[in-house]
């Protein structure tokens, strides 16, 4: 199905061959929309190995905009809801909170988002049993900050995931996201019945009209480089490693898996763009006199890359077809509110390793860290110091937590864990275990393996060892396939940060950043600031500064 089809099937009709927009010049006013369009998984160097292809929005927003190249997260856990919650802060894990996608409770694991509380709210029948929020979140967002500068200001986030609506959005707003059931929901905690705009959008547009729909490349595959059946990718249910992809899966599979397969599509990418669009203008976003907000986190390139890899070309082909996706929400956001009226940031939550067996059939260095075989390890020495019994309660990615009893007695006594730290340093594809007692201290640490799980760091949250893996090697559990990320080596951790718009000064910045200081910087721009962040404004890419 072409990008035509699958844009008039969701109601947002473009015209493909308008020429990208020149940048915005110094407006006379600020913008009166702020933008921030997060791409899961994106890793830096995607910009420079697809940009030859872009040709619509991403290219006019790399072309057209500040493009920081040395950008890179500076702590050690990077995963989805810890990026989230960085870019929308403009704060580290160490100082937001939020360590992980989900940590131990003492009891249970619980994801960042998960709220008792509050209960969800569907645009579909059913609902998830339990609502999400962002209790969890120990600093303001941007567009929290927004709205106490500016309480009739508007703010719109939108996402797949629960935790990149949220954390993008904080603790006010209109949050959509598909939650855990494959519904379309928002909790609670920020409405109490469906909004009325969201639910005409999902009515009109019901992903299973998608059904037929079947994921193919293009017939002329200039743009595309590599095999399309990589050594170590895991397809997921439904598809087989190589092209064509059936949204419906091949004959036989569960329909219950046309959700999941749509996800792991383009398509899933195009429908969220498609979504915001009809919202700015629904909601008159940046039309009136406020400045609102507008949070877009595109997921499906995570999906595509935790499956085939980021040398696939499934993941060429995601990028390319986003590059459409993003042209068609800029033009719409043209057309309803201005090219000189808004500013707009995009960056990544993290990027993604090679697939180990990958770099194994090449000749080089990458394995798998099992979590199971790290606890065991641990257990272990932990029954020759303190006795028999289970004294590791759970591994999250790279966090060790203790039972209470065995916390309580190494918190007497750090040399209990001595034998613990020596046992699992020598398991293979370990690079570093670090002690949690007192990381919290050790921000600013020369060593940087130590500064970057400092700053991944939160007591009473974290683990009491923190494991950390090799390069190319990947923690998980050992039946796990394809790849993942979370750890501060260059290709978890390299991401774009990209600024456009108003009162932004095009060009390439070599000044090191972080994605921090995409909300500050953003921030500077309406004349706000964002007291207390880690990140700073990037003034040198801001008009008149």
């Known amino acids: 199905m072409t990008h035509l089809r699958i844009a008039a099937a969701v109601g947002l009709a473009v015209a493909l061959s308008a020429p990208p927009p020149r940048a915005a010049a110094q407006p006379a006013r600020p913008p009166s929309l702020v933008v921030i369009l997060v791409v899961d998984q994106m890793r830096a160097d995607y910009i420079d190995r697809m940009r030859p292809h872009w040709t619509q929005g991403l290219e006019r927003l790399v072309s057209g905009g500040a493009v920081f190249e040395q950008n890179a997260y500076p ?62 979140l120990r600093v303001p967002t941007l567009a929290d900050r927004l709205r106490e500068h500016s309480p009739t200001s508007r703010v719109v986030t939108l996402s797949t995931k629960p935790r990149s609506a949220i954390m993008l959005a904080g603790h006010a707003g209109l949050v959509t996201w598909l939650d855990d059931r494959n519904i379309w929901a928002t909790s609670s905690a920020f409405s109490q019945a469906p ?17 037929d729909v079947v994921w193919t490349l293009p017939a002329e595959r200039d743009h595309y480089s590599g095999p399309d059946d990589g050594v170590g990718e895991a397809a997921p249910l439904g598809w087989t490693a190589t092209f064509p992809h059936p949204l419906a ?29 009809f919202l700015v203008e629904r909601m008159k976003l940046g039309q009136r006199d406020a400045v609102d907000f507008l949070g877009v986190s595109f997921s499906a390139l995570d999906h595509v890359g935790h499956a085939f890899g980021p040398d696939s070309l ?73 006795g028999p019994g289970t004294h590791v309660a759970r591994i999250e990615y790279t966090q060790l937590y203790l039972t209470a009893d065995a916390n309580a007695r190494a918190t007497q006594d750090p040399h209990v864990l001595d034998d613990t730290v020596e046992a699992l340093s020598r398991v ?77 000064k095009p060009g390439r910045y070599a000044d090191p950043s972080t994605p921090a200081d995409l909300a500050p910087t953003l921030a500077e721009v309406i004349g706000m600031t964002m007291p207390g962040a880690d990140g700073h404004p990037r003034t040198a890419a801001l008009i008149g500064r």
């Open 314 to 386: 499934e993941v060429q082909d995601t990028l390319l077809r986003l590059d459409a996706t993003v042209g068609r929400l800029l033009e719409a956001i043209d057309r309803s509110v201005g090219r000189d009226r808004y500013v707009l940031g995009l960056s990544a939550d993290h990027g993604a390793a090679p697939v180990p067996e990958g770099r194994q059939h090449a000749g080089l260095e990458a394995g798998r860290l099992s979590t199971a075989v790290l606890a065991q390890v641990a257990n272990e020495a932990l029954v020759r110091t303190l």
């Open 195 to 211: 909004d009325p705009g969201v639910q005409a959008f999902v009515s009109a547009h019901p992903r299973s009209a998608l059904r």
């Open 249 to 277: 899966g091949a004959p036989g599979t569960p329909p219950g898996q046309f959700d999941t397969l749509w996800e792991t599509s383009p398509y899933s990418d195009e429908y969220l763009g498609a979504m915001a669009a």
């Open 75 to 136: 702590y050690l856990q990077t995963v989805t809801c810890a990026g989230h919650a960085t870019i929308g802060t403009g704060s580290f894990p160490a100082t937001h909170g939020i360590i992980l996608n989900a940590w131990w409770r003492g009891t249970r694991s619980a994801t960042c988002t998960d709220d008792a509380t509050v209960r969800s709210v569907p645009y579909e029948p059913g609902a998830e049993t339990i609502g999400h929020s962002a209790k969890e």
């Open 428 to 504: 293979p594809g370990v690079e570093r275990v670090v002690r949690g007692a007192g990381l919290e201290r050790q921000r600013d640490a020369t060593d940087p393996a130590v500064r970057a799980a400092a700053l991944s760091h939160v007591p009473g949250r974290s683990g009491q060892l923190v494991v950390i893996p090799k390069d190319y090697w990947l923690v998980g559990a050992a039946t796990a396939r394809g790849t993942t990320h979370g750890t501060y080596h260059q290709y978890d951790a390299r991401v774009p940060l990209v600024f456009y718009g108003a009162g932004i």
